[in-house]
């Protein structure tokens, strides 16, 4: 019942959404050409459905996306677990992060192009370096928050390094990093856009450009669409893979989705 309720819930703040756009459209103030109906963008997604674009485009920009993200979580959890246990370590290398966090991975992008080249690695990069530093500091600052405690009952059991690390600091700290994982999912997905469509010529990002060029505004949408549904059922794994990885570990899953 509480699925249907939150299923319910998304399907009527979509309608509202789609309705009012309707009604912006039915004033006239805009051209056609700057802003399509619904039911035009909606003819738009079913020509890139059947002439194999979408799918094209999206089999590419997803791969991109888990290739680039996937590489940044594991290396934000295994970095963050190791330099969230020496704290003397992470005092020395924090600034560097508090530095280069903030930078723009598309700042980075002349940079990418000269040392990556062209292609599908770029892309790979701009995603990696937009979804490692939440994954970092979140496992670093879950890592610190770990109840001393537990640290004390391993050390009753005889539990020390390297097996500290997995069976007591992980499942402890997972909580702060999944919170890391959320944030990194929406700022990588974000960059992968942006990424495709400054330096590609494959995509969702691309496929906007190309549309753009075309004035064709209904591709546009159509891809914003696309985009914005796949962001959202993305969340919505991460958040069904942390409530299954909770359940194995004996900890309540209860959370607003």
Not at 18 to 27: D, S
Not at 72 to 79: C, K, P, T
Not at 152 to 176: C, E, R
Request: glycine fraction near 10%; charge should be positive.
């Amino acid at each position: 019942m509480e699925k249907i309720k939150k299923a319910g819930t998304i399907i009527i703040s979509l309608t509202l959404l789609v309705l009012i756009w309707q009604m912006v459209v039915l004033t006239g103030r805009y051209e056609p050409s700057l802003l399509p109906s619904p039911f035009k963008v909606l003819e738009g997604i079913g020509e890139l459905i059947k002439d194999g674009t979408l799918a094209t485009h999206f089999q590419v920009s997803l791969m991109r996306f888990l290739t680039g993200y996937l590489a940044a979580s594991v290396a934000g959890i295994v970095l963050g677990l190791i330099l969230g246990s020496y704290g003397k370590v992470w005092a020395f290398i924090d600034p560097v992060v508090q530095v280069l966090r903030p930078v723009s991975p598309i700042a980075w992008f002349p940079f990418i192009v000269l040392w990556f080249g062209i292609g599908d690695l770029p892309a790979v990069v701009i995603i990696f370096i937009a979804a490692f530093y939440p994954v970092l500091l979140s496992t670093i600052s879950g890592v610190k928050k770990v109840d001393p405690v537990y640290l004390k009952v391993a050390q009753n059991f005889g539990i020390k390094q390297p097996y500290l690390l997995p069976k007591i600091i992980f499942p402890a700290a997972f909580p702060m990093i999944t919170n890391g994982l959320y944030m990194a999912l929406g700022s990588a997905w974000v960059f992968l856009v942006a990424g495709e469509m400054v330096g590609a010529q494959s995509g969702l990002g691309y496929l906007i450009i190309d549309a753009r060029n075309s004035i064709r505004s209904d591709l546009v949408l159509a891809g914003i669409i696309c985009i914005g549904v796949t962001g959202l059922l993305l969340d919505k794994t991460i958040r069904l893979l942390e409530n299954r990885v909770q359940k194995q570990w004996g900890m309540s899953p209860e959370r607003v989705s």
